[in-house]
Nanobody, 134 residues
Framework: EVQLQASGGGLVQAGGSLRLSCAAS????????IGWFRQAPGKEREGVSC????????YYTDSVKGRFTISSDNAEGTVYLQMGSLKPEDTAVYYC???????????????????????????WGQGTLVTVSS
């Protein structure tokens, strides 16, 4: 059974930091990528960052580049999102999700092409709320 468990959210002042964790199990890590998405009230879910678990390749959306860092501990089955210099506009429910990049590669679909496409992700965890106060 695939499980994704996001944690680490909370209330932080603008300029502060938080580290989110995504505990993942039930699928072969080397075949997957993990993405972090967020959804603010009244807005669509958007991709924030993702990491290819096989080789550690990372991607960031422009609004978080230089502030957020994604990493993985494959031995522990955990992906982290270190968030710094937080802004009120980072306030959202944050979700982690897993996508089988190995199978999609056979169809010519690279992670770079699908990384922010919500419907491409195979498994989702529950969200964790991040609130940044001004």
């Amino acid at each position: 059974e695939v499980q994704l468990q996001a944690s680490g959210g909370g209330l932080v002042q603008a300029g502060g930091s938080l580290r989110l964790s995504c505990a993942a199990s039930g699928f072969p890590f080397k075949d997957y990528a993990i993405g972090w998405f967020r959804q603010a009230p009244g807005k669509e879910r958007e991709g924030v960052s993702c990491i290819m678990l096989y080789d550690g390749t990372t991607y960031y959306t422009d609004s978080v580049k230089g502030r957020f860092t994604i990493s993985s501990d494959n031995a522990e089955g955990t992906v982290y999102l270190q968030m710094g210099s937080l802004k009120p506009e980072d306030t959202a429910v944050y979700y982690c999700a897993a996508v089988d990049v190995y199978t999609r590669a056979a169809y010519g679909m690279s992670l770079d092409r699908i990384k922010w496409t919500v419907n491409e992700y195979d498994y989702w965890g529950q969200g964790t709320l991040v609130t940044v106060s001004s």
